[in-house]
C-alpha cells in the first residue's frame, strides 16, 4: 500500500527548507559579517593563569600604540554590574553568588578570565597593544576537580564563602528511601560521570555596538538566542533600562544553550562604543571560545536503586556533585534543579531522594547545553537500570517493562512534581528492538567475534520536558505586495523556523512558501518574546502561529467580502488572491492591502499560553563493535523511534534528532575537556578536543511512534534536545555491554576513548594472566 502523500501546508507538510537556498550559495548574513563605516575592534586581554592575585603596570605604552583608542581595566568599568546569575531552583541552605565580572579588579579564577579591553582599528593592532600590558601573577591554589571540591583540604575559590559549595538541592523522602533501601531484596548502585563537554557551534560569539548619542541609546547586533532575554541580561549588567538598547540577531551558526547568555564582552563592548562613539565589534576565535563561552555537563553522580524479589524498583537514591566553574553563569544553578525533576524517568518509581550540590572549581563557568539536565539525568537512571537488570538477572527490556508507568497510569505525577499526560513506552521499546532487529543481535555477534571483534546491542528509554509553560505570541501581517510578514520572538539557530512556521502561515492565508517572510531577531519588531531554548520554538510557537494566520485570514476575508460585496464566508484565500468561492471573482491580497481603509486588519496577533511542560519520550538503540587491540569503537546500527506528540515537519524533525544523537556519540566516545592541576585546559584547540565526524556516525534508522499530548493545544511535545537526551545512555550501555560480554567489565566512564576502553581490557587481562 502507498503511503499517503504529505500535504503542502500545515501539520505534517514536508516541504524544502526555504532558508537553504541563501546558505547554501554562501550568502547568509552573521554578526561578523556587519561591519559599519568607522568600526573599531575589541580585543581582551585574558588571563593564562587559572587562579591568582595580580596587579597590572603602567598602560602608557598600551594606550599610545599604533591604532589604539582605549585600553581599560576594572577601575574604568566600575559601573558595570557583573553578569547576571538569573535562574536557581529553591537552595537548601544559602546560595553563595557568585557571578563574573565584566573585568577582573585583583583576582582572576579560571584560564580565560578577561583583565583588561583593547579598542584598536584592526584585530592586529589589538593584540599588539594588549602585549604592552605589563601583568604580575602571583598564583594561588587551584581546584579544579569536581568530586574532590568539597575535600576538606580543597582550595576555596571563594574565600569569603569559606567553601567551594554553592548551593545544595534535595528533593524526595529521605527516610522513606533509607527504609526501603533497608528491605531491598537487592540494591543495584554506580558511581557516574558525566564529562564536561565545549559547545563548539560552527559560529563562534560575536558582537558589534552601536551607541547614538543625541538618543543615548545602543543598537547591539549579536549572535543569541533569542533578542529579548539578551536584551535584559546586557541590560542589568549595564545598569540601564532594556529600552535603551535594540537588539539585532541575523543568522546564527548554531546555539545549543550557551549562545543564549549574555557574556562579559557585551556590556563592556557597548560602553566602549558609547565612550568613542564609534561603532565596535568583538568577534571570538576559536581558542577564545574554549576559554570563555559556558561549558556543559560536569556532574559526578552516585546514584542506586532498591530492588524487590521480582526486580521492581522500590527507591532510588541519587546525590550529584555539579560542577559550576569558577563562577555561577546566567543560568547555570537552574539546570542541575531542572535534571533532578526528571530523576525517575520512565519508571513507576515512588519513593526517591535526590540531592544536588553545586561546586565552584578553577574552570569555564557551567551552564545548558543542548538538554540542560535533562540529558544528564537520563544517563544516570538509564545506565543504572542496564546495572539493575544485571543484579536482579533479568534482561534489560523486562526490568524496564516491570517498572514502566503504564498508560493506564497517565496522567501520572512523579515523585519530583513531573505530570506526564500520554505515551506508550513499553510500545516504542518494543517497536524499537523489533525495528534494530535486536532478536538477530546474536547472529551479528558471531560474525563479530569471528573477526576478533567484541559487538554490544545497548538502548536507552528516555523522557524530557520541554516547552515549559508560558507562550511565545506571533503577529502575522500582510504587506503592500501581498506577502506575508510573519514576526516572533524565538530565534532560529539553523533548525529551519522560517519553514515550519511558514507551514501554518501559508495555508490560511492562500500564499506560497515564497511569499511568507519569517521576521526574528529584532527587538523594535516585536515587543517581547521568550527565545529559543527547552525545545519550546515549535511547542510554543507554532500554535501562536496558527492562531495569528486564522484570525488575519478572517480579517481579510472581511475585507474581500466588502469589496466584492459578498458574504465573508463565502471567501476564501487562495494562490495570492480572495475570491469568491466557485466564481472567478477576487480580489488580489495585494490590491486588498492597498484599499484597506483600516490598516489594523491588516495584522493579526496569536498566543497560546500553554500551562504545564510537554514531556517528549522514546527509545533509542545502538549497536557497535569493539576492537579489543586499539579500543576504538565504531557504531554499527543505530534505531530510533520517538514520541513527539504530533509531527509538525518530518524533514525537519528528522534532522533534529539525527544533530542530537551525533553530538551523544561525541560524548559518549571523543569528546573529553581536560584541566591538568594548574587549572590549564589542555584541550583547548581542535588538535586535542576531539569531535565527532561522519565517520564517527552510521546511517540512522527513525520513526515516530506519536501519542499527542493533551498539554499543548495542537498535541505538539517538542524535539529539539531529545536527541541527546536518549542517545548518550544509549551508546554508553552498547559500550557496556560490548565490554560485559567479552571481559565481564560492568562499568566505564565517559568517554570511552580508545585508550580508556584499552587500559580496561588491559586490567581485567592483566588480572587474568596474572591469576
Known sequence: MNEMAPPK?????NPRRVEDDAFIRGEGHYTSDFQPEGTLTAFLVRSPIAHARFSIGDLSAARSAEGVHLVWTAAEVADLSPMPCLAAGPTKGPLNRAEVPVLCADTVRHVGDAIALVVADNINLARSAA???EVDYEPLPVMTATDTALDPDAPVIWPEHGTNLAFEYERGDGEATEAAFADAAKVAKLRLVNNRLVCNYMEPRALLAEFHPEEKTWTITVGSQGVHGMRRAIAKAMNVDPARLRVITPDVGGGFGPKGFAYREYPLVAKAAQALVRPVRWTSDRNEHFQSDAQGRDNVTEAAFALDGEGRIL??????????GAY???????????GISMATGLYDIRTAHVTVKGVYSNTVPVDAYRGAGRPEAAFVVERLIDEAARVAELSPEEIRRRNFIRPDQLPYTTVTDRIYDTGDFAGHMDRALEKADAAGFAARLEESRAKGRLRGLG???YVEACAFAGSEPAKAKLEEDGSVSLFIGTQSNGQGHKTAYAQFVAGPLGVDYEHVHVRQGDTDELEKGGGTGGSRSIPLG???????STKLAGQLKELAANELEAAAADIEL???TARIVGTDRAISLAELAAKAGDKEKLQAVGEFEQAEATYPNGTHVCELEIDPQTGSAHVLRYTIVDDFGVTVNPILLEGQVHGGVVQSIGQVLLENTVYDEDGQLLTATFNDYAMPRAWDTCSFAFETRNVPSTHNALGIKGAGEAGTIGATPAVMNAVI???YRGYGIRHLDMPATPLRVWEAIQAVTGEQSAA
Open 737 to 739: 555491554d560490548a565490554l
Open 459 to 461: 538502548f536507552a528509554t
Open 328 to 338: 555561577l553563569s546566567q543560568f547555570g544553578p537552574y539546570i542541575p534543579w531542572l
Open 574 to 576: 487562495a494562490e495570492g
Open 131 to 133: 602585549e604592552l600590558i
Open 542 to 548: 507554532v500554535p501562536s502561529v496558527e492562531r495569528a
Open 315 to 324: 527507591a532510588m537514591k541519587v546525590d550529584i556533585i555539579a560542577n559550576m
Open 9 to 13: 501546508f500545515g501539520m505534517g507538510a
